[in-house]
């Protein structure tokens, strides 16, 4: 059975928003969100009504789970190359989460090859300037 939270984590992916995105749109923090996420708390009405315009879904839907998500936004499929396969909620709420994850390591590595970069042009500027002192 799909929860509020479960709803609200496949809304927010649905719209490739993370949760700090969205968090500071609505100017709470982030772990505020989380516990939405994984039904440890609700939101009052006024950040009800803006997630579910945020996300382009109904409140009925947020809350019960009853309607579909209002018009545009497609029910559970994904397609890599020509193979489109329809998903459970359960698999697509999975899936957004490994991609989250994916999305997260690859920023961090990527500030990790640039830290490493930083690093060895200060050593290879390093060694020039050693270099230099030895001839004079």
Do not use: C
Not at 92 to 104: H, K, Q, S, V
Not at 117 to 129: M, P, T, V, W, Y
Request: proline content about 3%; charged content about 35%.
């Amino acid at each position: 059975m799909s929860t509020f939270g479960k709803r609200l984590k496949q809304a927010r992916g649905r719209r490739g928003l993370t949760q700090n995105q969205v968090a500071e749109m609505l100017g709470i923090d982030f772990t505020t969100l989380s516990k939405y996420e994984n039904d440890k708390s609700q939101p009052d009405h006024q950040t009800l009504r803006e997630l579910a315009s945020m996300y382009e879904v109904s409140i009925d839907w947020l809350l019960t789970g009853d309607r579909m998500p209002t018009a545009g936004i497609p029910p559970n499929r994904i397609t890599v190359g020509d193979v489109e396969e329809e998903l459970t909620d359960e698999e697509a709420a999975r899936l957004l989460e490994y991609l989250e994850m994916f999305r997260l390591l690859k920023v961090k590595r990527e500030k990790e090859r640039r830290q490493r970069e930083r690093e060895q042009a200060r050593q290879a500027g390093a060694d020039r300037n050693a270099g230099a002192g030895k001839d004079k």
